[in-house]
């Protein structure tokens, strides 16, 4: 069978935009600090900027208190369950 590339055309470049906007809408690993990463951290920048990043405790603990420093919203408390989580999630590369 042919397969006619000009019909196949225009929904192939709709579907590989709605796969796009999919992958970039990406969501965060469940867990405790899930809504709190999502809320404090994707206000700046795309949440992207922090999975795309591998990072120790002690790392994560430094850039989210730089965060905080930069303007970065939320309790000691919440700080605390913020790096515990993108530790256990984005941590270094094993
Ligand atoms: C008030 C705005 C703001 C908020 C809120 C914010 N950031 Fe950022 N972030 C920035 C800016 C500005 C940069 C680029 C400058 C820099 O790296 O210091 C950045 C860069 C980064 C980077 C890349 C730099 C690196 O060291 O790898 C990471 C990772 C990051 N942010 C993580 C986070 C996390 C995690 C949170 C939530 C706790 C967060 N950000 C919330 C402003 C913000």
């Not at 069978?1 to 796009?20: E, Q």
């Not at 990406?26 to 949440?47: F, N, V």
């Not at 430094?62 to 919440?78: C, P, S, Y």
Request: glycine residues 8%.
């Amino acid at each position: 069978m042919i397969v006619n590339l000009h019909r196949l055309g225009p929904p192939l470049v709709v579907i590989c935009w709605m796969v796009a906007m999919l992958l970039n809408a990406q969501d965060l690993p469940e867990g405790d600090g899930k809504a709190i990463t999502k809320r404090m951290c994707s206000s700046c920048h795309p949440l992207t900027t922090v999975t795309g990043k591998k990072a120790s405790k002690d790392q994560w603990g430094i850039i989210v208190d730089r965060m905080v420093v930069l303007g970065a919203k939320g309790t000691d408390e919440e700080v605390e369950i913020v790096i515990d989580y993108l530790a256990a999630n984005f941590g270094p590369k094993k």
